[in-house]
């Protein structure tokens, strides 16, 4: 049990599909995030929300909303998706945003998207 | 954009042996992290070093800090079969972004 719950754990979908993704965290941590793992490439941020307020949104293509109605849950909502958006999407929290306090990133398991 | 940088790609030790992962970085931090990745699973947090820190240990693991060369090593002593997994440093940069590279994928063989 990691804290942070992530469903579904893989998920196939169409690209004129519409879905999202959920992430919700037993921590009590005040940021939460999410990240896209792509074979042979490095963890890229997408979004952040601090206290449920968005403060990262990183160039990420609007077929992408995300949403966070609590502290303690996290969506990613999709459509019209691209092949190339299959990939591992990872959800994170931490305790506050401000690396200066040396918070460090709790993940949940992923969901691995397969886009057809 | 990518900030950590690990090295070697890859790995494989024979079981019982110590294994040693660097990392590398462009800009100023305020702590640096390392994060182990099972197959399939989420990251799970190993240590935080800080950026006025030079070394840590936690258990079997011992990190290093080198602000002046912008480098970091992770050294994991007495290898385990457990130990195979991908491992990633992540920086903690002052515009309040936590940036991870490609990762480390160690091999330990029995």
């Known amino acids: 049990e990691t804290g942070v719950t992530q469903t579904p754990r893989h998920l196939v979908m169409g690209m004129t599909n519409k879905k999202s993704l959920k992430c919700e965290q037993h921590?009590?941590?005040?940021?939460m995030y999410w990240y896209k793992q792509s074979a042979k490439k490095p963890l890229e941020l997408m979004f952040v929300?601090?206290?449920?307020?968005?403060?990262e949104n990183n160039s990420v293509p609007s077929r992408f909303s995300p949403e966070c109605p609590n502290s303690s849950h996290l969506f990613l909502h999709l459509h019209t998706l691209q092949p190339e958006d299959s990939a591992l999407y990872l959800c994170?929290?931490?305790?506050?945003?401000?690396?200066?306090?040396?918070?460090?990133?709790?993940f949940g398991n992923g969901t691995r998207l397969t886009v057809t | 954009s990518q900030q950590g940088e690990e090295d070697p790609q890859a790995l494989s030790i024979q079981e019982g042996e110590n294994a040693t992962m660097n990392c590398s970085y462009k800009t100023s931090i305020n702590n640096l992290q390392w994060y182990r990745q099972n197959s399939g699973r989420g990251l799970v947090h190993l240590i935080l070093i800080r950026s006025n820190e030079r070394e840590k240990h936690s258990g079997r693991l011992r990190v290093t800090l080198d602000t002046s060369k912008k480098s970091s090593s992770l050294l994991i002593t007495a290898s385990r079969a457990a130990d195979t997994a991908s491992y990633f440093c992540a920086t903690g940069n002052r515009d309040d972004k936590i940036i991870f590279g490609k990762g480390t994928r160690l091999h330990i063989l029995p």
């Open positions: 921590l009590g941590h005040n940021a």
């Open positions: 994170a929290s931490s305790q506050v945003l401000r690396v200066a306090y040396n918070s460090p990133l709790h």
């Open positions: 929300y601090s206290l449920e307020e968005r403060v």
